[in-house]
């Protein structure tokens, strides 16, 4: 996975905290200066011009969505005041964040988007092993995505992880990146960030549950940056599974298990990805 990649996957992952360069090129294993310039000439952005639209662009949603207060949406954006946010986000969109919030849609602006990190479709992974997976109940936060559009993904796990450690009835230190409801012809599937719970009491609004049944499954590893994780399932789907002569289960379309070979601050470190298989 390139430099850029995974700048931009750290920086999609912790936009809505104070992230230094420094922290950024520590990410991505380049130097401060490097990285400023090859940043630029990738994408088209600087990167404080990066982080403030998505920022902002995550406020403008918010506010469009009727969720949040002007202040909160302030603050959640890093802005210390009412004005100074109201400046910034009439900088940046050409209307203020009171419009947005009463016209309940962001049509005429234009957001800046997550930019989309490249994947090398040619991964090599290991042969999987072979587990029996207990029932699960899992409980987190989802959204639907395009299968060419999943760049928004580190934003979801970046609000999910603000409970993680104290949700109502975790088990266990395990987050889970669940796929479901993949369809062919919509072109996008559900994804949730997620971990086991005990029972659905007391969950944070907003939070969804999914049960999963005992099952077969075919665990992989997917090594390295988590940025490069869709060109692993890519080569379980379209090599691996051609050839195995199985056929997949029901229910998730993939599962990820993150434990603590994975560091969610860097990115780098073992995923397992686990595929129900029918018997």
């Known amino acids: 996975m390139s430099a850029i990649g995974r700048a931009i996957w750290f920086i999609e992952s912790h936009f809505a905290k104070d992230i230094s360069l420094e922290r950024i090129a520590d990410a991505a294993g380049l130097s401060r200066y490097h990285l400023s310039r090859v940043f630029g000439l990738a994408t088209g952005h600087s990167i404080s011009a990066y982080i403030r639209g998505r920022r902002l662009s995550s406020a403008a949603l918010r506010l469009a969505e009727g969720n949040s207060t002007i202040l909160e949406a302030a603050l959640d954006a890093g802005y210390g005041s009412h004005e100074a946010f109201t400046r910034a986000f009439r900088e940046q969109f050409g209307v203020t964040p009171e419009s947005v919030r009463k016209q309940r849609h962001v049509c005429n602006i234009e957001l800046v988007e997550p930019i989309r990190m490249d994947d090398t479709r040619n991964k090599k992974i290991e042969p999987p092993r072979f587990e029996e997976g207990p029932a699960l109940l899992l409980a987190g936060l989802e959204e639907t995505y395009a299968y060419d559009r999943t760049e928004g993904i580190p934003s979801l796990w970046q609000r999910f992880n603000s409970h993680f450690g104290h949700i109502p009835g975790q088990r266990g230190n395990?987050?889970?990146?669940?796929?479901?409801?993949?369809?062919?012809?919509?072109?996008?599937?559900?994804?949730?960030?997620?971990?086991?719970?005990?029972?659905?009491?007391?969950?944070p609004n907003g939070f969804s549950t999914l049960k999963l049944p005992k099952q077969r499954y075919a665990v992989f590893l997917h090594r390295g940056h988590i940025s490069a994780i869709s060109a692993t399932a890519h080569h379980i789907f379209a090599t691996w599974f051609p050839q195995s002569g199985l056929e997949h289960g029901e229910m998730p379309d993939l599962m990820e298990r993150y434990d603590e070979r994975f560091d969610p601050d860097s990115g780098m470190g073992v995923v397992e990805m686990w595929v129900p298989i029918k018997q």
């Open 174 to 203: 395990v987050a889970y990146g669940v796929c479901t409801h993949s369809d062919a012809e919509a072109g996008g599937f559900r994804y949730m960030a997620a971990v086991e719970v005990a029972d659905a009491d007391g969950l």
